[in-house]
């Protein structure tokens, strides 16, 4: 059973930085794509970045591109989002999610529909 478990959230003045992390356990994530969402209160879970566990290549979402960074470590089986320049309005609570399909070529899943597992979220507070 895949088991994700996200930290590293908190609260933060606008301008700082955060990294979260997400460990993952239960599975053999060769194939994998590794993602970020986070839903803000009274908002719709929003796609942030993903990575292609096999390949390392990844994939930002519009609003965050130029500020996040997702990177992984293969030895630990964890994935990051290196946040900065964090704005209020990125306050949320981030979900780590992973897919087992391969995607291959230059798609990337953006959907939550499209991953199979999700951790329990972490909090961002972005003050200002």
């Known amino acids: 059973q895949v088991q994700l478990v996200e930290s590293g959230g908190g609260l933060v003045q606008a301008g700082g930085s955060l990294r979260l992390s997400c460990a993952a356990s239960g599975g053999t994530f060769s194939t994998y794509a590794m993602g970020w969402f986070r839903q803000a209160p009274g908002k719709e879970r929003e796609f942030v970045a993903v990575m292609k566990w096999s390949v390392g290549t990844t994939f930002h979402s519009d609003s965050v591109k130029g500020r996040f960074t997702i990177s992984r470590n293969n030895a630990k089986n964890t994935v990051y989002l290196q946040m900065n320049s964090l704005k209020p309005e990125d306050t949320a609570v981030y979900y780590c999610?992973?897919?087992?399909?391969?995607?291959?070529?230059?798609?990337?899943?953006?959907?939550?529909?499209?991953?199979?597992?999700w951790g329990q979220g972490t909090q961002v507070t972005v003050t200002t």
């Open positions: 999610a992973a897919t087992r399909t391969d995607y291959r070529g230059s798609y990337y899943p953006t959907n939550g529909y499209q991953y199979d597992y």
